[in-house]
């Protein structure tokens, strides 16, 4: 199961390794579907010290939201060491995920 950040913990969760971050609401049809591949991948990944799966509902925080100006859902971003050096709009494949997460985990 991925980790659910709030606008309280998200600096702190994001600050050192690789972070993928789903930014979702329950009401969106795409995150529904982005979901279950968030959980699969935050599983697969979970022995991965380096490598946390997260997601961030729009609804409940805002101000992260509005922060990094996340304007459809689902957007995926990949923060590095707090870093935003990734980011990916719509429904994406684990493929993908998983080729963007080694990409900025070597």
Known sequence: MALELTDQNFDQEISKGVVLVDFWAPW???C???GPIIDELAEELKDKESVKVT???VDENQTKAGEYQVMSIPTL???KD???VETMV???SKDVLLEMIDK???
């Open 82 to 84: 707090g870093k935003d």
């Open 55 to 57: 997601k961030l509902n």
């Open 104 to 106: 900025h985990s070597s």
């Open 77 to 79: 971003k990949i923060f």
């Open 90 to 92: 719509g429904m994406q």
């Open 28 to 30: 969106c049809g795409p």
């Open 32 to 34: 529904k579907m982005q």
